[in-house]
């Protein structure tokens, strides 16, 4: 088979770690979704809340880029081995077209509680309006919720792909990497879209970066091995009170994505916690969770979870957020997350065993 890369190809090696921080990774982003929500919902009563919930959103912040870095890092074996079009294939089918069902399956339950609305409230009366509804529900499903990942990740993957004879230079990820710092800096000035989800080139250097990791993968082991866990922890810290600070700029300037992932403060925050979890290298509760075969189904069945099944399992308690004292709030927040991921779990377990597992991926 054609060799993209390199002219010898490589022995295959054993990336149990990938899958132990694939997992930890992912759990990241539930906990971001499932304890987000609108403003309105609940306002803080003090400056210690606000900043117990600012901590909360910037805690879950590094697994996007996490999950980046992951996948540049297999990325170069994967070229070795298979042509571009090939390896596009397989992506198509291992990925996009599970996201295209549960992209719709989102769809639909957003219209689906539209017309309820218009059943209950408008007498079946579809308004005048509605089109732009739809239109502003069609860029919530593709723009704005977490389904975003996916096409920006295979216009990623398509980019290292056109330029594959330049993977390992070092000028061809600074390009990459002014790229990054633009929508950086982008976010204050709001030249463009702002929205992290919207960055089509701002991700691609993590890509990049993630196959200089595997390329240096023994020098990177014996360095990351003589390093202690205190000093990555101290700068997970540092690098969020960093970063939430930093939101806490973007929201004084009225920024529509404060805890925007393409912050420098988040940047650094990420990779923080990218080089403990590969210091730490090896969670033995991983193993349970089976990262390799579940990963990608939770990533594509949270979304829907959160915003159309939590709301019917919740909606009978008839709470309000505000009638709720803030550790009632935080446990709920927690209980949200918990809740999204297991059943997220047991639902692609149960979808695995089962023929329809091609629309969870893998």
Not at 15 to 25: G, L, M, P, T
Request: hydrophobic content about 50%; glycine content about 4%; proline content about 4%.
């Amino acid at each position: 088979m054609q060799n993209l890369v390199n002219d010898t190809p490589q022995p295959k090696r054993n990336y149990a770690f990938v899958d132990s921080i694939r997992c930890i990774c992912m759990m990241s982003i539930v906990m971001e979704h499932a304890t987000n929500f609108s403003d309105g919902m609940y306002h803080p009563k003090s400056a210690m809340e606000a900043n117990i919930f600012s901590f909360i959103t910037q805690f879950g912040k590094f697994g996007t880029i996490g999950f980046f870095l992951l996948a540049g890092f297999l990325i170069g074996e994967k070229f070795t081995d298979y042509t571009p079009g090939q390896y596009l294939k397989r992506r198509l089918d291992s990925t996009f077209i599970p996201w295209l069902f549960w992209t719709t399956v989102f769809l639909l339950t957003l219209l689906i509680d539209d017309f309820i609305r218009i059943t209950r409230f408008n007498h079946g009366v579809i308004p005048p309006e509605f089109h732009d509804k739809l239109m502003w529900q069609l860029s919530i499903v593709y723009l704005y919720s977490s389904f975003w990942f996916i096409p920006n990740f295979l216009i990623c993957i398509t980019i290292l792909l056109m330029f594959k004879k330049h993977l390992y230079n070092k000028w061809f990820g600074a390009i990459l990497l002014g790229f990054t710092l633009l929508y950086a800096v982008n976010i204050y000035t709001e030249t463009i879209q702002p929205r992290h989800s919207t960055a089509i080139l701002g991700f691609v250097f993590f890509l990049w970066l993630g196959a200089q990791f595997n390329q240096k993968l023994d020098a990177l082991e014996k360095w990351i091995s003589g390093t202690s866990y205190t000093l990555w922890i101290v700068l997970c810290i540092v690098t969020l009170l960093l970063g939430m600070y930093e939101a806490e700029i973007l929201k004084g300037m009225n920024s529509v994505d404060p805890f925007n992932t393409l912050r420098v403060s988040n940047i650094l925050y990420s990779l923080a916690c990218f080089f403990l979890l590969l210091r730490i290298k090896q969670f033995n509760f991983v193993k349970f969770l089976k990262p390799r075969e579940t990963t990608y189904g939770i990533y594509l069945l949270q979304t829907v979870i959160v915003s159309s099944i939590l709301p019917l399992i919740f909606k009978p308690l008839k709470y309000s957020w505000e009638s709720l004292s803030f550790p009632m709030v935080l446990g709920f927040l927690l209980l949200r997350t918990v809740l999204t991921y297991f059943l997220a779990y047991f639902l692609v377990r149960l979808l695995n065993a089962s023929k329809l597992k091609w629309i969870v991926g893998r």
